[in-house]
């Protein structure tokens, strides 16, 4: 096959949100059937080396922004190469990611869809994430923030825009705990313009939708859903989850449907 024109990428730059260093990424379509990969390594489950506050894989962090939106768009097939230890933050949400692959010509691919056979349930220290076989797609999150109150939000692919509802939602973090944070090596490039700010009273910024930290969440499940590297049909219900519940989730469902 021709190798694709220079024209049909796309070069997104910014900082890096844990590293706080100057990233990059190219994006650009990859050949009907390879999957997505970043760096030439395969966005799989069995290629993750971390979920401590992020999702890596071959050595890059905090790439679940933009296999979300790769997912949430339906786009299986993509080339992602990576300058720097992670992707750029951006402005914290998949949005940009939605923007940018919107531009690239990448056709859906024809793979096959997962479908379960029964029902899925992981457990740990009071939180839980659930599937359950369905005809389409679909997520019921519910969260407790300190400050916010509980958060619960529905979404449904089937009517439902994944572009309106979910990518615009940023990534979040409590003022109070950013120093610690940055004591760990983690969140030095985050600031009011890549994340929604938090305190223990409320929001310190304004956001996107009165429930946005949820639907942040949900961000983050479908873009820890797409290291299936396949479309998903079930029904999700998540209690407080986050990215190691949400990759055991993914483990399970490869077992059963393997």
């Known amino acids: 096959m021709s190798p694709l024109p220079d024209r049909n990428r796309v070069r997104l730059e910014g900082i890096g949100l844990h590293s706080g260093h100057p990233v990059a990424a190219i994006l ?63 402005d914290g949400s998949a949005l940009p990611w939605v923007e940018a692959l919107e531009k690239l010509k990448i056709q859906k691919s024809k793979v096959k869809t997962i479908e379960l056979q029964k029902p899925i349930k992981v457990e740990e220290n009071g939180a839980s994430i659930e599937a359950y076989p369905a005809d389409g797609f679909s997520v019921d999150f519910m969260v407790e923030f300190e400050g ?8 449904n692919a ?22 610690a944070l940055k004591g760990q090596g ?28 949820v639907r942040h969440k949900i961000l983050d499940l479908v873009g820890d859903l797409a290291l299936l ?27 059963q449907w393997k």
């Open 28 to 90: 650009s379509p990859g050949q009907d059937g390879t999957g997505i990969t970043i760096n030439g390594t395969p966005a799989l489950l069995a290629n993750v080396t971390s979920t401590n506050r992020a999702t890596t894989i071959g050595g890059v962090a905090l790439v679940e922004h933009l296999l979300s939106a790769a997912y949430g768009l339906g786009r299986y097939d993509l080339e992602v190469t990576v300058e720097g230890g992670e992707l750029p933050a951006l």
């Open 148 to 155: 916010l109150g509980l958060q619960k939000f529905v979404f």
């Open 158 to 179: 089937q009517n439902m825009s994944y572009k309106a509802e979910i990518a615009p939602a940023r990534t979040f973090g409590y003022l109070e705990e950013h120093e």
């Open 186 to 213: 983690l969140g030095l490039g985050a600031s009011a313009d890549n994340a929604l700010v938090l305190t223990k009273q409320g929001y310190a910024g304004t956001p996107r939708f009165p429930d946005e930290p």
């Open 229 to 255: 590297g396949r479309p998903l049909k079930a029904r999700i219900i998540a209690d407080r989850s986050g990215h190691k519940l949400n990759a055991e989730l993914t483990r399970r469902i490869l077992a």
